[in-house]
Nanobody
Framework: QVQLVESGGGLVQAGASLRLSCAAS????????MGWFRQAPGKEREFVAA????????YYADSVKGRFTISRDNAKNTVYLQLNSLKPEDTAVYYC???????????????????WGQGTQVTVTS
């Protein structure tokens, strides 16, 4: 069992930056592909970014490519999401996810991640 706790969300203006963190419990963090998803009001949860077990490979949704950066520190059992050049359309609850069972070369689906955090709110004003 893995518990995930996100932090770092907030209310910012367009163009600002935020850094989200996701702290994981347990000793098996380094064995999990980790991901970030987001869910805006009235919309389905969507994939944002993923990172491989050792952090050597990353994968992004087209909507955030070049603006967001995912990273991890396996010694700290933590995965990060750096959000730059934020736009109002980035407003959502951001969720951390662990233990991916899908194909790395395909856009992850929510049901392909086993563990989820409770989410952290990011609100971007224009």
């Amino acid at each position: 069992q893995v518990q995930l706790v996100e932090s770092g969300g907030g209310l910012v203006q367009a163009g600002a930056s935020l850094r989200l963190s996701c702290a994981a419990s347990g000793r098996t963090f380094s064995t999990y592909v980790m991901g970030w998803f987001r869910q805006a009001p009235g919309k389905e949860r969507e994939f944002v970014a993923a990172i491989s077990r050792a952090g050597m490979n990353t994968y992004y949704a087209d909507s955030v490519k070049g603006r967001f950066t995912i990273s991890r520190d396996n010694a700290k059992n933590t995965v990060y999401l750096q959000l730059n050049s934020l736009k109002p359309e980035d407003t959502a609850v951001y969720y951390c996810a662990a233990d991916y069972s899908g194909n790395w070369y395909e856009t992850p689906k929510t049901n392909e991640y086993r563990y989820w955090g409770q989410g952290t709110q990011v609100t971007v004003t224009s």
